[in-house]
């Protein structure tokens, strides 16, 4: 962190084979009408297409404002947190505001809304907003992120742990609420990052939830979420919250972090029975098994293994019409 009075917010903006989205992002940030000053930080990871040359555009004819760095060499590929590294540690702004670029915000008073709150609130370490999805062709999804039924206005630690449920997108955090070092050993080798920033920064203040849509979001299927193997993603979240389980000694977060360990785990292992990789898959049961957790989890969980253990094939068909009968979304 290099702090600057004179800027209010660093836009972080990674990004890597983004020439089809580049565009509206960045557009969405040069849009932003606020009574401060800010930046515009964009990473791009040696991109193979014209995305490069598009920055470059914009850089040209904003040199005061976006300031790029253009890697020669694939950075995310050797294990480096680019957006930790190459963005937020140069950033000079009181504020931080991520986007990635295949992402982009709509309305032009999001950042002022956003900073305007945490100026006024200043035990909330960050907030946030809902966002609108979009498909690889442009076409509006039906959901919207997050739930806006179901999320809180105001998000503690208990809540973020839980789960990755806020749009990278619509963040705006504190700049010095970030310890890199805890950063790096609680998201080695794991396929996100964000959701690790969000519980190193809630640790230290609430997230206030903004009910509107002010971004959107793209489910592309070169994305990282989207690419990402399932089998993988099960396996990085368990690595996640077994260092969590580490890292907090908070009665409280220990309890949700074993029981959303249970739920995980049985994500996992039909995961397994899927792939036929079923050595993985029994030994995991046993573990599942054995957990004490598991036994205080109730009956809700035992059926549910019990039914991914003796009809595997079926497991999906019974969880979908169940969802459809209590009228839950996908």
């Known amino acids: 962190m290099i702090c600057n009075s004179d800027i209010m917010v660093s836009i972080c903006c990674i990004t890597y084979n983004h020439e089809r989205y580049i565009r509206d992002a960045i557009e969405g940030f040069l849009m932003q009408k606020t009574n401060f000053r800010y930046e515009i930080l964009i990473h791009d990871d040696a991109s193979t297409d014209d995305t490069a040359n598009i920055i470059r555009e914009y850089e040209k ?3 005061d404002l976006i300031k790029p760095i253009y890697q020669k060499e694939n950075q995310w590929s050797k294990g480096v947190s680019v957006g930790v590294e190459y963005n937020l540690k140069r950033a000079k702004g009181k504020y931080i505001a991520l986007c990635e670029g295949d992402d982009y915000w709509t309305d032009p008073y ?12 200043k035990n909330f370490s960050m907030c946030f907003h809902g966002v609108e999805k979009k498909d690889d062709e442009g076409r509006y999804l039906k959901n919207h992120w997050p739930n806006n ?7 503690k630690l208990n809540e973020i742990v839980k789960g990755n449920n806020i749009p990278t997108c619509s963040i705006v955090f504190r700049n010095n609420f970030i310890n ?3 950063f790096k050993i609680l998201s080695e080798n794991l396929f996100f990052g964000d959701w690790v920033l969000q519980v190193l ?5 609430p997230a206030y939830f903004f009910n509107e849509n002010m971004g959107v979001y793209r489910v592309t299927k070169k994305g990282l979420t989207q690419s990402t193997d399932a089998i993988k993603k099960l396996e990085d979240i ?3 919250y077994k260092r969590l389980d580490k890292y907090f000694d908070d009665k409280n977060i220990k309890r949700i972090i074993n029981k959303k360990m249970i739920q995980y785990k049985i994500e996992l292992y039909i995961e397994y029975v899927k792939k036929n990789e ?3 898959a029994e030994e995991l049961f046993q573990n599942i098994k054995k957990s004490d957790i598991f036994i205080k989890a109730g009956p809700k969980e035992s059926l549910k293994l019990f039914l991914i253990k003796h009809f595997p094939n079926q ?5 979908q019409n169940y969802r459809k009968l209590r009228g839950i979304e996908e």
């Open 110 to 121: 999001k950042l002022q809304k956003q900073v305007d709150f945490l100026e006024k609130n």
């Open 238 to 240: 368990l690595k996640f």
């Open 61 to 63: 004819k904003f040199p």
């Open 278 to 280: 079923l050595e993985k």
């Open 315 to 319: 497991y999906d068909n019974i969880r």
């Open 201 to 205: 920064i809630t640790k230290k203040g």
């Open 149 to 155: 039924k179901k999320t809180k206005k105001i998000n």
């Open 180 to 182: 890199y070092k805890e």
